[in-house]
């Protein structure tokens, strides 16, 4: 999920941004279930700042792909960025356990900031610090 928030966009990219956000909200009007253009709305919510609605179809996702590890980091990233840390590290948790692996991420995604300040993502590091020993 990351980076992309911390660079501000141009007004050329918002609109375009905002043209592909309408375009995607129009075909999951028509397919509820379309995976790939909820996931690329997500993104555009993303994007464009847009964290409750990103919330949202993250968790829509979630509901379509329960045991996707990236739908659920996606999934912790967005209830990070809305202040729900506890949410956030259950569903790393979560993810470890369905077999994300992306160790560079969940030490240094931004997204990231306030699940890690939360006291539980002592257990988050402690899964972490588990599976790469395992890894050895």
Do not use: T
Request: aromatic fraction near 6%.
């Amino acid at each position: 999920m990351g980076d992309h928030r911390d660079q501000p966009i141009s007004r050329r990219k918002a609109r375009d941004l905002d043209i592909e956000i309408g375009f995607l909200e129009g075909l999951i009007r028509r397919d509820p279930h379309y995976v790939e253009a909820l996931e690329l709305l997500g993104d555009g919510y993303s994007m464009r700042g847009r964290a409750e609605d990103s919330l949202a179809v993250d968790e829509r996702l979630r509901s379509l792909k329960p045991q996707d590890p990236v739908v659920r980091f996606n999934l912790a990233c967005s209830l990070a960025l809305s202040g729900e840390g506890e949410r956030a590290c259950v569903e790393l948790e979560l993810a470890l356990e369905l077999g994300f692996r992306d160790f560079s991420s969940l030490r240094r995604d931004p997204d990231l900031a306030c699940a890690r300040k939360h006291p539980a993502f002592k257990r988050v590091r402690a899964k972490m610090k588990v599976l790469q020993l395992d890894k050895s």
